[in-house]
């Protein structure tokens, strides 16, 4: 069987693509509908606040599939909601904060409008993150139990 640590490190590194394919969606259709174009450097920003949380839960979430590899609908919606709340909560107020800091320097950041305005993009984008994050965690809950199988296959 496929050792826990090396299952986490590969959720890891999906979870480092789903950020980089997220944000760059995020820019496209962003940029396509209020105009202009994509600039990756201009926009750096944007992978800063979504690559560190989306690292970090895909690697829980990793650890959390190999230990409990079969998991019902319902189950599999609440981890959901909790990952995909718990993510944009913490990009949206502790990645901002952090990826302006990085970029501009602490003076003049409004702290208390990004804590407020993160905890209300978290709750209203719910709708979309709740759907697109049930795909995209369905999808690593597969490829861990994919991963911990074809190992435990070839050993056989």
Request: charged share 10%; glycine share 10%; hydrophobic share 55%.
């Amino acid at each position: 069987v496929m050792k826990k640590e090396a299952v986490v490190s590969l959720s890891m590194l999906f979870g480092l693509i789903v950020s980089i394919v997220v944000s760059v969606s995020i820019l496209f259709v962003s940029k396509f509908f209020i105009g202009g174009t994509m600039d990756f450097g201009e926009d750096k920003w944007l992978y800063m606040t979504l690559a560190i949380p989306i690292v970090i839960g895909f690697g829980v979430l990793g650890s959390y599939f190999y230990n409990h590899p079969n998991l019902n609908n319902k189950q599999m919606w609440k981890i959901t909601l909790i990952s995909v709340l718990v993510i944009s909560l913490i990009s949206g107020t502790v990645g901002t904060i952090i990826s302006d800091v990085l970029l501009y320097g602490s003076q003049g950041i409004n702290f208390e409008g990004r804590i407020i305005w993160g905890v209300l993009y978290s709750l209203l984008s719910l709708p979309i993150t709740l759907i697109i994050g049930k795909l995209i965690i369905g999808i690593l809950a597969e490829f861990v139990a994919a991963m911990k199988n074809k190992v435990a296959l070839k050993s056989k």
